[in-house]
């Protein structure tokens, strides 16, 4: 009998450790980017539901690759994007323990379905008691709400988050949230197209699976061992341990995942008839796209009609945004 082989997972996986279930259905978005290069106040994030996928012929306008200049077929995911309320006005102040909600500010007609899901906590307060605290605000933030009905889903419950805002001073920002307090935006009036953002998801559950299918490990032969689906070694016999690194069985799927780098590739309305984004009889497990939507390049996380959050480009945010050139698109 040879030397027991210690399987060890594929690359890059132990990034991901522990892979534990997500406590939400709804990703949470932790760090967000700082436009220092203006002056205006931006809201930095929007949201949709996944509906399908198709593929995109277009030509390739990347610089420096083997198929610059030529057709390039890629998959492209269709997310519905519905408006979404500006419910209300969050500011942070900051000290060495962190940041401290210091006031919240809600829009007066708020929809009733969205009503009864907000908190009302001690330190909401009326807009003059807000501004005369903006000297030792840090962070302002806009809080948020899109209702799964307007993207055509059954669900009733509403999404509530807080969307960052960058740009400017604190007192520009608050006064441009003061401004679009309790009205609603889509998705143009954030992104545009050809730009690149960040998606946030939870990720296709797929419960209980073993160290083959969870970390990819070889399978032993079938004559060395009384089983084949299993590590070959767990460590060694002393120091009697087990290590983090080596696979185990677990949770498989339903982790929160960011997937940086997405380029917008349409950005659309399903009533103009620009572009017709519709299969015959709608997408497997979603059905007709109503409204605005957009197409992403490459692939979401998440299984269909399930939340997606787009923030803006955290990573190499480009210069220049430069709009794809879309030759068609294949449903």
């Not at 807000?130 to 948020?144: F, N, P, T």
């Not at 089983?227 to 799927?253: H, K, W």
């Amino acid at each position: 009998m040879g030397a027991r082989k210690r399987h060890s997972p594929r690359r890059g996986s132990l990034a991901y450790s522990p892979r534990i279930r997500a406590k939400s259905m709804e990703a949470r978005i932790r760090a967000w980017p700082k436009l220092a290069a203006t002056d205006e106040p931006k809201i930095l994030a929007h949201c949709g539901f996944k509906a399908g996928c198709i593929q995109i012929v277009s030509i390739d306008d990347r610089d420096k690759v083997p198929n610059a200049g030529k057709q390039l077929v890629s998959l492209g995911t269709v997310l519905v994007t519905p408006p979404v309320l500006i419910l209300g006005i969050r500011g942070y102040s900051k000290d060495h323990d962190g940041l401290h909600a210091e006031f919240d500010v809600y829009a007066e007609d708020i929809p009733k379905n969205i009503a009864k899901e907000i908190t009302i906590r001690n330190i909401e307060g009326s807009m003059q008691s807000a501004e005369s605290r903006l000297g030792r605000i840090r962070e302002i933030y806009a809080i948020v709400a899109v209702s799964p009905r307007a993207a055509g889903l059954e669900q009733k419950k509403p999404y509530i988050f807080e969307a960052s805002v960058s740009g400017g001073d604190i007192q520009k920002q608050f006064t441009h949230l003061k401004e679009l307090l309790g009205k609603e935006i889509k998705i143009n009036q954030i992104f545009e197209t050809g730009a690149t953002i960040d998606v946030a998801a939870i990720t296709k559950g797929h419960g209980w699976q073993g160290v083959l299918k969870r970390w990819n490990v070889k399978k032993k032969q079938h004559k060395s061992r009384k089983t084949v689906r299993e590590v070959g070694s767990l460590g060694p016999i002393s120091p009697q341990s087990v290590m983090y690194t080596v696979p185990r069985a677990g949770q498989f799927g339903f982790h929160q995942r960011t997937e940086y780098d997405k380029r917008i590739m349409i950005m659309g309305n399903t009533e103009s008839d620009e572009i017709k984004i519709n299969p015959d009889g709608g997408y497997k497990h979603f059905g007709l796209v109503k409204g605005d939507f957009i197409v992403l390049k490459g692939s979401v996380p998440g299984t269909y009609k399930r939340l997606i959050k787009l923030r803006s480009q955290i990573r190499n945010a480009p210069n220049k945004v430069i709009k794809p050139n879309i030759l068609e698109v294949v449903i």
